[in-house]
């Protein structure tokens, strides 16, 4: 890798840190090609990615963003797994890592707040940002639901009310 490359790879890099909302360090303890493959479909799925950058290269890259943090988790063959929603790339790697032991969680970073490996599995168990607005909208929703039963309920009386008069009349 030339110089132009290296620096191409940092902005690329320092670009992903400053549009992120976390960062997870893994170590590969020798995941195979097909074991990686399932991983990135895994992270993409969910709105995340998962890279292998070098560690003096992505040391570079988090200087002046909020991750300068992870600096520490950096050394040995390290990869770096990154989302927008805070949740979904700690969720995708913690599921992975149950399933193979070639998967390590270092660490990670939400923002300026850095997280140890147990940090991280805390963090993978919280709802998702998609689930929270889904509790959002319906905790929004039943009160409108119950207020629009509410004022229908009264009209309903009266016209059972109304109707068991007839049925009597008629009888």
């Known amino acids: 890798m030339d110089r ?53 290269l992505a040391k570079r890259a988090i200087e002046d963003t909020d991750y300068v943090g992870i600096g520490d988790f950096l050394t040995g063959p390290t990869a770096l797994a990154t989302s927008v929603d805070p949740v979904a790339a700690a969720k995708v790697i913690i599921d992975f890592a149950k399933t193979t032991d070639k998967l390590e969680v270092v660490g990670g970073s939400m923002g300026s707040q850095v997280l140890d490996a147990d940090g991280v599995k805390a963090l993978a168990s919280m709802p998702s940002l998609d689930e929270l607005r889904a509790k959002l909208v319906g905790l929004v929703n039943a009160p409108a639901t119950k207020i629009a039963q509410l004022s229908t309920a009264p009209a309903a009386k009266l016209a059972r009310v109304f109707g068991a008069y007839a049925a009597k009349d008629a009888a």
Not at 16 to 21: D, L, P
Not at 30 to 50: D, P
């Open 4 to 56: 132009s490359q290296k620096a191409d790879s940092v902005a690329e890099l320092n670009a992903t840190f400053n549009e992120v909302g976390v960062v997870v360090v893994t170590r590969n303890l020798g995941l195979s090609v097909a074991q990686s493959t399932e991983l990135r479909s895994k992270m993409r799925e969910a709105g995340a990615t998962y890279k292998v950058a070098k560690n003096r």
